[in-house]
């Protein structure tokens, strides 16, 4: 039931990115909290007139709480500068998969009626550490082992295809080029935070980034260049690890969806590229492969939602190693986890053998360790719903 029946109406903020994933998650976590009696809105913040609907729904006095993926909203205001949530009285969960240097004001925002919900250790410790306080909260949720429903589980034999992988590509070459454009001392720092970032899978990339700051005799307290720093080493080594993943899926019958792999598709190859399509499509899509591919950006307590995907899918999950995933998953006998050190010609060689197995029923071997290892659906809807709580008891909301 909701916590306060007089506002059991939920918001769910969205401003698309390329392949309307930030739209799908929220309309899965509207559902679960649909099932705990609320009533849920999506409001799409690029629809003309958003932000004055927006304001009506919020002055109705029904709204228990809003919510949003990558903290959209976090920082709207009214015309005299308050903070949008504090005006309203309303409590606004940011929820964080992204390290805190992408648009880290918004991690800062001055308003007690903010939650930050992150679901990677790394970055909370990033925002406690080395952000400025402010008077938002901040917590850690564990995420569920049954995002995506049974009904995505078809039989294996039913997989006729073997290997996707799902992601936007840029060649790490691009970012070399634009690297050249930085001063010197920026681009030593750069350099040699990527180097020990593709050397140390488990490096923590904040304090990695001060050392060579204060090495460099750079101002460590220049939040703007820090952050931005630790943003551009992150997506260069995104680039990096995706790059030499799709390199060595192209002599395989691999499916590569997602837009920036031009530079690629000239290559001699048997894998296929294809467009990016809407994660609401792409669910049903995945269903049909054997292997589902992932790698991760720079974090040692996180994992993809393309790992969760394929070990909820019960598809032989090929993915690069992380402290989280080899907990929740190792053992199990469709992670094929590897390290960047290995040879990803036998990495891919012994998920193929995983996948020939026509008897293979990876889901219900690892149902049980699943369970236990992460919460449930309803389980993730009440830990948003603690916080929230907690917000409206520090500070005094009705």
Known sequence: MPLNPDRNLILALVAQNENQSLLKASELLANDFSRRGY??????????????????????????????????GARFSIPDGTNLWTAAHVPFVALWHDHPSYNYRQHIVDSSYIVHCYHVLDHLEARQKHLPPSSSRST??????????????????????????????????????????????????????????????????????????EAQRFPTNDLDTLMSVIQEVDGYVRSWRSDRLVRALLPHPAHIVGSGWDYLKSEKRRADFFDSIPTHDFLGWATHYRILANTNPLWRHGIHERTSLGMCYGAVTLTDRTIKSDYLYGGLPNYAGFEWDDDLEDVIGSALRLADDNDADYFSAAEKTLKERQPNAIDYVLQIEAAVEEVRRSAGST
């Open 140 to 213: 850690l949720l564990s995420i569920t082992y049954d995002m995506y429903g049974e009904s995505y589980r078809p039989a294996w034999a039913q997989r006729n295809r073997e290997i996707l992988f799902a992601k936007t590509g840029s060649s790490p070459d691009a970012w070399a080029e634009a690297w050249k454009q930085q001063p010197s001392t920026l681009q030593k720092i750069l350099w040699a935070l990527a180097e020990q970032a593709k050397r140390d899978r488990n490096i923590d990339l904040t304090d990695a980034a001060l050392t060579l700051f």
């Open 39 to 72: 009533q849920t809105s999506i409001f799409d913040m690029h629809a003309p007139n958003s932000g004055k609907r927006l304001l009506q729904v919020l002055k109705e006095g029904q709204v228990a709480f809003a919510f949003a993926f990558a903290g959209v």
